[in-house]
C-alpha cells in the first residue's frame, strides 16, 4: 500500500517506491487493477481524500472561532493549509492537462 503522509506545512504527500510503482504498472498492463487498493485509481482518490479532508478540517476551525471557541491561531493555520492544499491540487491539475494536451498533439 503507498503510504500518504502529511508534511508540517499540511500537505498530503504520496510516497511511491519504484517497486510499487512496477508491480502497479504490471498489474495494469495485464488487466487485473481493478479493484486493487495500489492502483493508481486508489491513490488518486486518497490523494484528493486526504485534501477534502483538509478543507473540511479548516471549516471546522473557522466554525469554532465564529461560534467563539477557536483559536485564531489555529483558525489562520488551519485555513494557510487548506489554501496552501488548493493550490498544490490546482498545480498538479494544470500540469497532468497540459501533458495530456502535449499526448494529443504528438503525431501518430
Not at 478540517?57 to 488551519?78: E, L, R
Not at 491540487?89 to 500540469?95: M, N, V
Amino acid at each position: 500500500m503507498t503510504p500518504i503522509a502529511v508534511s508540517p506545512a499540511g500537505i498530503p504527500t504520496i510516497t511511491v517506491t519504484p517497486q510499487a510503482a512496477a508491480d502497479t504498472y504490471q498489474r495494469t498492463d495485464a488487466g487485473a487493477a481493478g479493484g486493487d487498493a495500489n492502483s493508481f485509481g486508489a491513490t488518486l482518490e486518497r490523494a484528493v481524500g486526504a485534501a477534502v479532508a483538509q478543507g473540511h478540517a479548516a471549516d471546522q476551525q473557522a466554525a469554532a472561532a465564529i461560534s467563539g471557541g477557536g483559536d485564531i491561531t489555529q483558525v489562520v493555520t488551519s485555513l494557510a493549509r487548506a489554501q496552501l492544499t488548493l493550490q498544490t491540487a490546482t498545480a498538479i491539475r494544470d500540469r497532468v492537462v497540459s501533458a495530456y494536451q502535449q499526448i494529443m498533439q504528438m503525431p501518430i
